[in-house]
């Protein structure tokens, strides 16, 4: 039966999202909405670089929930709980790519539980981080090891060709002056710090129930800054990065059961492969490694090869994993689930509509 789905957004992960769903005859795309007025009324062929398809994007919500889609999928720069229970009771099971990883952790949690029930819809989240490398990989990996005790995971991002510059440029730092100072692991975080944690936090709590063990707390244990050295312009972001602002940025989590870390996350995110020694410096190392110490320690690495014709790999992986997990959302039963109780999602072979 082929699943009619909405997708709220068009930035990168969004737009990768609708072009995937629009060349594979398993999915109807039946909405797509917008933030900006000058997309309103757009084909959305038009917005996302196909032909035109017969739909328009939109800025209105309540017609969009007024469809009772089978899946939204949320790709917004920001978690919008009351905006995901609005699709929920509705009857619109919904896979979130920023928001929702571990939602009983989360002052939300109940009234979105009670939304989905309401509605008879699920909720699931994921994406590569939070998601592949925070918490699906490590939790993957541990089932072949015991007497686990440590979870080390790391993320080397090279990025210079990421779609959105207000992501690159504000989320993660990148162009931005470098502190005058060193990091202070007792000082409090700034606000994007806070954000990275609200997401990390929920990738360890789920790694913590999958591992039987509750977690504690989750630290911003270091802070790190690679400058550039020449002024550069991102394509096709736009995005400025002058000589001396921050090129890379790499954040060290770290998560704590009983007093004691089980918990590493490293998050390295690079424009540059020039910023100095310990950064990323080649543009097909592997993108992301797991370490297991246990009996036995296993390590994993998992890489993305890059097409220079074809969109940016992190935000297509990402409109991937949304895509392959929609059928598992629609068939469900209503309320959070996670990577703990669904079965992993597969990819299928290419199937290409005619003409498009």
Request: charged residues 15%; negative net charge.
């Amino acid at each position: 039966m082929t699943l009619r789905v909405i997708v709220c957004y068009t930035g990168g992960v969004g737009r990768e999202l609708v072009r995937q769903l629009l060349h594979n005859p398993a999915f109807e795309l039946v909405g797509v909405l917008v933030h900006s007025a000058d997309k309103e009324g757009l084909d959305v062929g038009e917005i996302v670089g196909v032909d035109p398809v017969g739909l328009k994007a939109t800025r209105d919500l309540a017609a969009l929930t007024a469809l009772r889609a089978d899946v939204m999928s949320w790709h917004g720069l920001k978690w919008e709980p009351e905006v995901i229970a609005r699709f929920l009771r509705a009857g619109t099971s919904v896979y979130s790519g920023i928001g929702g990883w571990y939602l009983p952790s989360q002052p939300e949690h109940q009234m979105l539980q009670e939304a989905a029930a309401q509605g008879g819809a699920a909720l699931v989240a994921g994406g590569n981080i939070p998601g592949l490398i925070s918490d699906v990989l490590p939790l993957f990996c541990s089932g072949y090891s015991s007497n686990i005790r440590m979870v080390r995971a790391r993320q080397r991002n090279y990025i210079p060709h990421y779609p959105s510059a207000v992501q690159m440029g504000q989320y993660l730092g990148i162009g931005q002056p470098l502190p005058a100072a060193a990091f202070d692991p007792s000082a409090a975080p700034s606000e994007i710090d806070k954000l990275w944690m609200w997401g990390i936090a929920q990738s360890a709590a789920l790694v913590a129930q999958g591992l039987g063990v509750a977690m504690d707390e989750l630290r911003l244990t270091n802070k790190e800054f690679g400058a550039s050295p020449a002024d550069m312009v991102l394509q096709p972001s736009g995005l400025a990065v002058a000589k001396g602002t921050a090129a890379g940025v790499r954040w060290t989590f770290t998560a704590f059961t009983g007093g004691q870390p089980f918990y590493e996350l490293i998050n390295e995110q690079t424009v540059r492969l020039d910023i100095g020694a310990g950064w990323r410096d080649v543009e097909d190392a592997p993108n992301w490694r797991v370490v297991i110490e246990g009996s036995p320690t296993i390590q994993c690495e998992l890489g993305l090869v890059a097409d220079p014709a074809a969109p940016d790999h992190v935000a297509a992986l990402n409109a991937a994993r949304a895509l392959n997990f929609l059928a598992r959302i629609a068939a469900a039963a209503p309320g959070w689930r996670s990577v703990l109780d669904l079965p992993a999602p597969v990819g299928t072979l290419a199937a290409r509509r005619p003409g498009l």
